[in-house]
């Protein structure tokens, strides 16, 4: 209704910006030439940070053109130098990876239970590693080979080969991989801490607190969530949600009665206010701040409770989009976890405000 209204500011931090006055032809063009040239972020509803956003995404894309010339360029050279480089890495990637799993040794003192469904979320998470982490160190030692000789370097080891050395996730591991936008020094690292996550899992026993983001398939961890809910209490699995709250005590102790406690989570295009306990607008120059705690709990449907939140999206990497994989699932988006706020629901929806389990560095 207000943009109805002569002089009405698109933003109300920057008046400049507002709707001309019903006058003639040539009077409204020129007060729309009189606006600035540059259009802060705030006429379409996004905060200040966007801007950072936006000219991250140009000088990404600029370096991503600037390493296909440079590859281009010093393909047909080759040099010692280089393979000796690569060699490193390779070496260092092999030696810090530990060997994959025995899953059926696993599987024994984690056996398949009907009221522990965690058990085969294990398993299944065990399997899904292995593969990768076989796909990872084979490739890896190919190199080697063929940086001696020993071996013709394939279509598929040459992408590999000049991914390791401009510091890039080879496009081979990704394809076994769990989506990711990382580069190679943070992907290996990610990955590594992953590996150690499920030992923990394994040595110690089902923990008290989820990473959640260093699970392979988010969803079959939800799902078995809820399995447990429904198989203690009898309920049939397709009557659940999930509610979500953010307990106070951010490092239990003791596991919740039901659902799973859960960190590792950022939220994108807004903050987290730690003493009001809501959503609230980003600080200047962050752009991703990390999510409290989150305690995932089954519950009926016709038992969900509704209070001031935003219904915000969670996905696995910031490209905020995906494809429907053979289980019914994204590859990316997992799921919308209501968030506490006073503020509108329309209000962050224009921030385009969203959490991510993996960041891009």
């Given at each position: 209704?207000?943009?109805?209204?002569?002089?009405?500011p698109l933003?109300?931090?920057?008046?400049?910006?507002?709707?001309?006055?019903p006058?003639s032809?040539e009077?409204t063009l020129?007060?729309?030439?009189?606006?600035?040239l540059v259009?802060?972020?705030?006429?379409?509803?996004?905060?200040e940070n966007a801007?950072?956003t936006?000219e991250?995404g140009?000088?990404?894309s600029l370096?991503?053109s600037?390493?296909?010339?440079?590859?281009?360029?010093s393909?047909?050279?080759?040099?010692?130098?280089m393979?000796?480089?690569?060699?490193?890495?390779?070496d260092?990637i092999?030696?810090?990876t530990p060997p994959v799993w025995?899953?059926a040794?696993v599987?024994?003192?984690?056996?398949?239970?009907?009221?522990?469904?965690?058990n085969?979320v294990?398993v299944q998470?065990l399997?899904?590693?292995?593969?990768?982490n076989?796909v990872?160190?084979?490739?890896?030692?190919?190199?080697?080979?063929?940086?001696?000789?020993?071996?013709?370097?394939?279509?598929?080891?040459?992408?590999?080969?000049?991914s390791?050395f401009?510091?890039k996730?080879?496009?081979?591991?990704?394809?076994?991989?769990?989506?990711?936008?990382k580069?190679?020094?943070?992907?290996?690292?990610?990955?590594?801490?992953?590996?150690?996550?499920?030992?923990?899992?394994?040595?110690?026993g089902?923990p008290?607190?989820?990473?959640i983001s260093?699970?392979y398939?988010t969803?079959?961890?939800?799902?078995g969530?809820?399995?447990n809910?429904a198989?203690?209490?009898?309920?049939p699995?397709?009557?659940l949600?999930?509610?979500?709250e953010m307990p106070?005590e951010?490092?239990?102790t003791?596991k919740?009665?039901?659902?799973?406690y859960?960190?590792?989570?950022?939220?994108e295009?807004?903050?987290?206010?730690w003493?009001?306990?809501?959503?609230?607008e980003s600080?200047?120059?962050?752009?991703?701040v990390?999510?409290p705690?989150i305690?995932?709990?089954?519950?009926?449907k016709?038992?969900?409770?509704?209070?001031?939140?935003?219904e915000?999206?969670l996905?696995?990497?910031?490209?905020r989009?995906?494809?429907?994989?053979?289980?019914?699932?994204s590859t990316?988006?997992?799921?919308?976890?209501?968030?506490?706020s006073?503020?509108?629901e329309?209000?962050?929806?224009?921030?385009?405000v969203?959490?991510?389990?993996?960041?891009?560095?």
């Amino acid at each position: 209704e207000g943009a109805l209204k002569d002089g009405y500011p698109l933003c109300a931090e920057h008046p400049e910006f507002c709707i001309p006055e019903p006058t003639s032809h040539e009077s409204t063009l020129e007060a729309i030439n009189s606006m600035p040239l540059v259009v802060p972020p705030g006429v379409y509803g996004f905060h200040e940070n966007a801007n950072l956003t936006r000219e991250q995404g140009e000088t990404y894309s600029l370096m991503e053109s600037l390493l296909l010339t440079v590859g281009q360029a010093s393909g047909s050279g080759g040099g010692g130098s280089m393979e000796e480089a690569i060699g490193q890495v390779a070496d260092d990637i092999i030696r810090k990876t530990p060997p994959v799993w025995d899953v059926a040794t696993v599987q024994a003192k984690y056996p398949t239970k009907y009221e522990e469904s965690m058990n085969t979320v294990l398993v299944q998470e065990l399997n899904r590693f292995n593969n990768l982490n076989k796909v990872i160190t084979s490739s890896l030692k190919d190199i080697q080979k063929a940086i001696k000789g020993l071996l013709l370097m394939s279509e598929d080891l040459e992408q590999v080969f000049h991914s390791i050395f401009n510091g890039k996730t080879p496009s081979m591991w990704l394809a076994a991989s769990y989506p990711s936008l990382k580069p190679l020094g943070g992907y290996t690292n990610d990955f590594l801490e992953r590996l150690k996550f499920f030992q923990v899992w394994i040595d110690k026993g089902i923990p008290i607190l989820f990473w959640i983001s260093g699970i392979y398939f988010t969803q079959a961890f939800t799902t078995g969530a809820s399995q447990n809910f429904a198989r203690k209490y009898t309920i049939p699995i397709d009557t659940l949600t999930f509610k979500f709250e953010m307990p106070r005590e951010q490092e239990p102790t003791t596991k919740p009665e039901n659902g799973v406690y859960t960190h590792g989570v950022f939220l994108e295009g807004c903050k987290w206010d730690w003493d009001k306990w809501e959503l609230a607008e980003s600080d200047p120059k962050v752009l991703y701040v990390p999510v409290p705690m989150i305690w995932i709990v089954p519950c009926k449907k016709t038992k969900l409770e509704e209070f001031p939140s935003y219904e915000c999206p969670l996905y696995k990497v910031s490209t905020r989009k995906g494809v429907l994989s053979t289980t019914g699932h994204s590859t990316n988006f997992v799921m919308p976890i209501r968030l506490s706020s006073s503020a509108p629901e329309a209000h962050w929806t224009k921030r385009g405000v969203a959490m991510l389990t993996s960041l891009d560095s």
